[in-house]
């Protein structure tokens, strides 16, 4: 009988964790996608353009909220004071994209376009909400508390929904979108205030934070530099030179893809690093943990082509069908997710946040190369696809590289000095 803890160094009991996190971030996103189809019932084309517009800021500030300082949080989980600190961090950040996004709002409005203007305004409440719940969301991580964890990720998103739709019943347009995500927000507080365990004490300690936010940069630069960059990229060479029937067929081929890669980033943020940080496991444990999670993905996207070309050929109109040919290459692209999260979490904890920003920089200069030289050459968009394999791949073993030249002995070799020793060093304690 293989022993799995053994061979990956995750237990059985954290496997479980495992599967707990990833069920719930899936479910999560079944829930956002049902409450899409529902409000697109009562919503016209115009109402999303709209919104979309205003949702630019909002996902970078969503994207870049703490900058990363959750990571060093995590590593200074002995310091009594840590989540105090934390605490106080998040308050600073909620204070500074909130009001980031009532400026560009007010500056939006100014400049002729009320509407997104409005709406960006009123979309900085979830950023103060967010600087309440994030302290605690993210000690739940750490501390695997899965139960709550889950409650505070499906309750608010269950809500908001039923709020967006009852706002679109009753006409409210592009608004319902603006009131769900509020709602959403304002329920996440509700379920940290009574459920979570964990002191909303603030401390403010800046030098902390900016110690904290030293290395945290870099793996939120690395986490995002793929959307923030090379899908805007990708999205406006396609559709410039093929045209936006192609890019919609490419971007319907992906969606599968994207959103396995939107729940492994969670469980990588969520799983992966709070375990890495809290236990020594060997490089060649973390290898073979991202191989079997590899696996277990390769399954579900071949169980995801199996359903949707059956859907495609079945139900959709002619002009999806050639989705059909691009939809099984696209779908390579998540067990390459799913090591390339793990092997970012394992790093991240060896406190090689660098060598992570450099794969991922270098990466993704050679997609945009890639991508241009497609063009180019005038392939079709299936090259496109094989090209985007081919540049995960070329990162997933630049990172398995590094990952093996790490060496951790015990689970606290690979963590930084901790908040009271590194006083007493500095002559402080």
């Not at 909303?200 to 939120?220: N, P, T």
Request: charged share 10%.
């Amino acid at each position: 009988m293989i022993n799995l803890s053994r061979l990956t160094g995750i237990s059985f009991f954290k496997s479980r964790g495992l599967l707990w996190v990833g069920g719930v971030n899936v479910l999560e996103k079944l829930i956002h996608l049902s409450t899409f189809l529902g409000l697109s019932l009562w919503l016209v084309p115009e109402d999303y353009g709209v919104f979309a517009l205003a949702w630019v800021l909002i996902a970078i500030g969503d994207s870049f909220f703490g900058l990363g300082s959750a990571f060093g949080y995590m590593r200074e989980r002995e310091n009594p004071k840590a989540k105090e600190i934390f605490n106080g961090a998040a308050f600073l950040f909620a204070a500074f994209w909130s009001t980031l996004c009532v400026i560009a709002g007010c500056i939006i409005f100014l400049w002729g376009a009320k509407e997104v203007g409005q709406i960006v305004c009123f979309l900085a409440i979830p950023f103060i909400c967010r600087g309440f719940t994030y302290g605690c969301a993210t000690t739940f991580a750490l501390n695997q508390n899965y139960r709550l964890m889950s409650t505070f990720q499906l309750a608010p998103a269950l809500l908001g929904g039923v709020a967006g739709i009852f706002t679109a019943i009753e006409g409210g347009g592009v608004w319902a979108l603006v009131i769900r995500y509020i709602v959403a927000g304002i329920a996440g507080c509700f379920v940290i205030a009574f459920l979570s365990p964990y002191t909303h004490r603030i401390l403010i300690d800046i030098e902390r934070i900016v110690l904290w936010l030293r290395d945290g940069w870099k793996l939120a630069v690395s986490n995002n530099i793929g959307w923030l960059v090379v899908y805007q990229i990708e999205q406006v060479v396609i559709g410039a030179a093929m045209g936006p029937a192609i890019l919609g067929l490419y971007n319907f081929a992906r969606k599968p893809a994207d959103i396995a890669g939107q729940v492994l980033d969670q469980v990588g943020k969520q799983f992966f690093l709070p375990h890495y940080i809290r236990e020594a496991s060997s490089s060649l444990q973390a290898v073979k943990s991202a191989l079997l999670l590899a696996l277990v993905c390769a399954l579900g996207a071949l169980c995801i082509m199996v359903v949707a070309e059956f859907l495609l050929i079945n139900f959709w109109s002619e002009s999806w069908l050639p989705v059909a040919a691009l939809l099984p290459v696209s779908l390579l692209l998540i067990p390459l997710a799913a090591i390339d999260n793990a092997f970012k979490s394992f790093l991240a904890a060896a406190g090689d946040s660098s060598k992570i920003l450099s794969v991922t920089i270098f990466s993704s200069i050679l997609s945009v190369f890639l991508l241009f030289a497609c063009v180019q050459m005038g392939l079709g968009v299936v090259y496109i696809l094989w090209a985007a394999i081919l540049s995960m791949l070329i990162k997933v073993i630049l990172s398995m590289y590094f990952v093996l030249k790490v060496k951790v002995g015990s689970p606290n070799e690979c963590e930084p000095k901790g908040f009271i020793q590194a006083h007493a060093d500095a002559g402080e304690g």
